[in-house]
């Protein structure tokens, strides 16, 4: 089992809802991110939260926008999102301070109307 | 530019037919690389990190090496239960103190009983 939890598993929402992806970890880890997966693809970074504060923002769309609400707590808002944001969303975290592995979700998969 | 090869992009092994899979890269001042295994629908699960040319690390029956240049993951009498996409990502020196992970494009692998 992951330590890395996300809900929802499965969303769908049209081009003109509002929803947002959550996602939780215990493992005392104060950093993380969000990443894309399209199929057949490696994950993409889209945000970066260190110490519950936004430090790379990958050039995302703002109809992606991102919430650290504390340190085990990382949601991600959707707004107005089009087809091809449809995708596999993946949450992660690490320890702080030098090469650290980042743990993975098992991720939202996203369809977009 | 800063780039992570893996190949083959596909391998398919008889159960108990070892083989390698391969991860080249080309980046500035490599600080850690990373071996994940992804199963469709479910997010990268960590299995190594490498530090330094020379390093080796073990997990059942995997075996992570790293040169300067590559990485290789070898599987020695493989089960169909090791079917999965293997990833390999490296963090830079450039990139902060989370530095952003730069993924290959993952080997398939597949093992037929």
């Known amino acids: 089992d992951t330590e890395v939890t996300q809900t929802p598993k499965h969303l769908v929402m049209g081009m003109t809802n509002k929803k947002s992806l959550k996602c939780e970890q215990h493992m005392g880890h104060r950093a993380m991110y969000w990443y894309k997966q399209k199929a057949k693809k490696p994950p993409e970074l889209m945000f970066v939260?260190?110490?519950?504060?936004?430090?790379i923002n990958e050039s995302v769309p703002s109809r992606f926008s991102p919430e650290c609400p504390n340190s085990s707590l990382l949601n991600l808002h959707l707004h107005a999102l089009q087809p091809e944001d449809s995708a596999l969303y993946l949450c992660?975290?690490?320890?702080?301070?030098?090469?650290?592995?980042?743990?993975f979700g098992d991720g939202t998969r996203l369809s977009i109307l | 530019e800063d780039q992570v090869t893996q190949s083959p992009e596909a391998l398919r092994l008889q159960e108990g037919e070892s083989s390698s899979l391969n991860c080249s890269y080309t980046?500035?001042?490599?600080?850690?690389l990373f071996w994940y295994r992804q199963d469709p629908g479910k997010g990268p699960e960590f299995l190594f990190t490498?530090?330094?040319a020379g390093e080796e690390k073990e997990k059942e029956r995997l075996k992570a090496t790293l040169t300067k240049k590559e990485s290789f993951l070898h599987i020695t009498a493989p089960k169909p239960e090791d079917s999965a996409t293997y990833l390999c990502a490296v963090q830079q020196s450039s990139g902060g103190s989370q530095g952003n992970l730069i993924f290959g494009k993952g080997t398939k692998l597949s093992v037929k009983p």
């Open positions: 980046v500035s001042g490599l600080r850690g």
């Open positions: 992660a975290s690490s320890q702080e301070g030098g090469p650290r592995p980042q743990h």
């Open positions: 490498l530090y330094s």
């Open positions: 939260y260190s110490y519950e504060k936004l430090s």
